[in-house]
């Protein structure tokens, strides 16, 4: 098997992880939990188990500075030394989630408002405002003297901010000061511009001045939905804007430590890569919480098949490097219902976190606590805090594989070349989901599901997938996907036919480019943006109920539609490739395929029930392109990296899979259980 990459599609490496460790493997551990006596058999123990490195001060403000302006570092010193002594490094933490009481009490400006009026109060997490700029400046004030004393320390090997930094939609006067100050900047200081931005002139809406604004109540259905938009990205620059100022702090003193925070995965938010500072991203990823998205009977055990996948395809591409700062190790205490894992799940999850290419995973948490909201989230070991739990030596069990696969380990990029052929990517852009959430026009779409579909298809095929942002080359990707990319402007449809003339293959879906970047519908016929691009236009679009589905015949096959569907007029040099039938336009066009330059053009104008036409449609596609693909079931999935082929079972059946000519089995079997794992050579 050839190893030879045929497309540039490059996730390179950085000075701060090296390919022969494959993936460092840390725990979180909190020394003020605990009493000082034990926390030298604790380290001892987390090193004995194989970690690398652990995770210090996260939600410890009060211990480091007990009084305004008084700090008291001794105590972490301590946890440093052990940590070191048993060969593990630290990862070190800003602990801006947990203000101490002191702050809340002399500076109650701090807090949070919601939309309702009601203020938060101490006594839980992350319950002060990005916006305050009291808050800023004694979080900073702390997180300086933070990074003086440990900036320099070999043995810190890189930052964590905040925790799980979110997006607040804060009702706070200091809240509407910024964002007052945000839209005049942005409008330059012009109210005409922004009454015309945001349509004001329906509703008898119009401005005569920035300071008669309010914040948008997202609870009234009618708001509009321009202000809300640009609400949405005044408060996604909140959040980028501290942590970005807190990256700064710490890299006047940090020279050979990276920082990173550890975001959940909220794609719809916004605030995801905004931050320019950050070294990397890295996320939390929590797996069995009751949702049931699993698979059969058990799935509720294993957790979502594509949950890890998909974070995994949507951080690495930010800067090619990533890591998950937060990974369950068992049953956690706060979802609707809190099972344990089945057997095998954990290290199923350790492993789809390192397939897609992960620098380090690190666990939440080493110790369960025995007080606090959290007394029930397991940990590494148990309450007696000796006790190996289940989940604890799954992690051992991964550790011990990752550390006999070192030897043996090529570059990062060893990966085969029918598997780069395949690498695909999904274009997104948050403010596609905020403005068709606001106007869904049908109770059915789902934004996501929406994505999904085609995501789920691409994971099938044994793709690489990179959901990129417009800041990234297309011309990097063998396919773009471009799922419901409702704004858009000429700039960006200019680069999608750029991209198909220099060969690239696109794949455009219903409702894109139907609005301006600020949602107004552009006075031209709908869908115009991108009817010279895609060579159709569109006559009108429908929505069925659900009850009564409308069919979509794609090669003699009928699937079922009612979320959205537009009918098509395809110019004369247009394929075909499916038509409406039963409504009174049967007949008519729904999807389409056109050459243009030295790449394609596909137009799916359809949203199906259950995605069957999506996965045909990209069938067809890759087979006109000549690019294989492999057929694996809802539940399994493989990636490559660094020279080995990792197989992943989330499915309720065992599954056997085919080596390819010149593989070797390294860890499982060919045929692989439930929450089982494969993993095997790739032949050079």
């Known amino acids: 098997m050839c190893l030879a990459i045929s497309f540039p599609v490059i996730h390179g490496q950085n000075e701060w992880f090296k390919d022969k460790d494959l993936t460092l493997t840390g725990a979180y551990y909190y020394p003020e939990h605990w009493n000082e006596n034990e926390w030298e058999r604790d380290l001892k123990k987390m090193h004995e188990l194989g970690f690398e490195f652990t995770h210090f001060a996260e939600f410890a403000w009060a211990q480091l500075e007990p009084q305004e302006g008084v700090y008291d570092f001794s105590w972490l010193d301590k946890a440093v030394a052990l940590a070191d002594k048993y060969d593990l490094k630290v990862v070190m933490c800003t602990s801006t989630a947990t203000p101490p009481v002191w702050l809340s009490r002399k500076y109650p400006e701090i807090l949070l408002r919601d939309e309702q009026g009601n203020v938060m109060d101490h006594g839980a997490r992350q319950h002060a405002s990005f916006a305050s700029p009291t808050y800023r400046k004694l979080a900073f004030r702390m997180i300086e003297e933070l990074a003086k004393h440990y900036g320099n320390d070999s043995r810190i090997i890189g930052w964590q901010l905040d925790n799980e930094p979110a997006v607040q939609f804060d009702y706070g006067k200091e809240a509407l000061d910024g964002f007052r100050r945000f839209l005049r900047e942005k409008y330059q200081d012009d109210i005409r511009k922004l009454n015309e931005a945001w349509g004001t002139a329906f509703w008898s809406q119009t401005y005569s001045s920035f300071d008669e604004i309010n914040l948008p109540q997202f609870s009234l259905m009618f708001m509009n939905h321009h202000q809300v938009l640009d609400y949405r990205r005044f408060a996604a620059l909140q959040t980028n804007e501290f942590l970005d100022e807190q990256c700064r702090l710490i890299k006047k003193y940090a020279k050979n430590q990276w920082v990173t925070t550890n975001y959940i995965p909220d794609y719809d938010k916004g605030h995801i890569g905004g931050s320019k500072t950050l070294d990397f991203m890295s996320y939390t990823r929590y797996m069995v919480y009751g949702d049931n998205e699993g698979i059969g009977r058990r799935g509720f055990r294993i957790g979502n098949p594509l949950r890890i996948a998909m974070a995994n395809d949507f951080f690495r591409p930010v800067t090619g ?23 095998g799940a954990v290290r199923l999850w350790l492993w789809s976190v390192f ?72 274009l997104w852009n948050p403010e596609n989901y905020w403005s068709i959430d606001r106007q ?56 999608w036919k750029e991209y198909v003339m220099e060969g690239g293959n696109l794949v455009l879906t219903c409702r894109t480019a139907q609005k301006d970047r600020m949602g107004r519908l552009p006075e031209a016929p709908f869908g115009s943006m991108i009817s010279e691009l895609t060579g159709d236009k569109i006559e009108f679009y429908d929505l069925l109920l659900p009850d009564l589905p409308g069919t979509v015949r794609m090669d003699d096959c009928d699937y079922n539609w009612n979320t959205w569907g537009e009918i098509l007029m395809p110019q004369s040099d247009n394929e075909v490739w499916a038509t409406y039938t039963q409504e009174f336009y049967e007949g008519k066009p729904a999807v389409t395929f056109r050459k243009l330059g030295k790449g394609t053009v596909t137009y799916v104008g359809v949203d199906t029930t259950d995605g069957t036409l999506e996965r045909k449609v990209l069938d067809k596609l890759y087979a006109r392109l000549g690019i294989s693909v492999m057929n694996l079931p809802y539940g399994v999935t493989m990636e490559y990296r660094n020279g080995f082929g990792i197989v992943l079972n989330y499915a309720d059946r065992p599954y056997h899979f085919e080596l390819p000519q010149g593989s070797k089995v390294l860890i499982g079997s060919q045929d692989i259980p439930t929450s089982g794992v494969l993993v095997f050579s790739v032949d050079e």
């Open 321 to 343: 490097t990533y890591g998950v700062m937060e990974l369950q190790p068992g049953q956690v205490n706060w979802g609707s219902i809190n099972p344990q894992p089945y057997p």
């Open 355 to 426: 397939a897609g290419g992960s620098d380090f995973i690190c666990t939440y948490r080493f110790r369960q606590p025995l007080y606090g909201t959290e007394q029930y989230h397991y940990g590494i070991v148990g309450t007696d805090g000796v006790t190996v739990t289940l989940g604890g030596h799954e992690y051992e069990q991964f550790m011990r594989e990752i550390r006999g696969l070192r030897p043996v380990a090529r570059e990062r990029e060893a990966k085969p070349a029918d598997y780069v052929k395949r690498t695909t990517a999904i």
């Open 440 to 495: 869904k026009q049908n109770h059915t779409w789902d934004t996501f599901k929406h994505v999904d579909k085609y995501y789920r298809a691409l994971k099938s095929y044994g793709a690489p997938v990179d959901f990129i942002s417009e800041e990234k080359d297309f011309s990097r990707y063998p396919v773009l996907v471009v799922p419901a990319y409702q704004l858009a402007d000429e700039a960006l449809v200019k680069r």
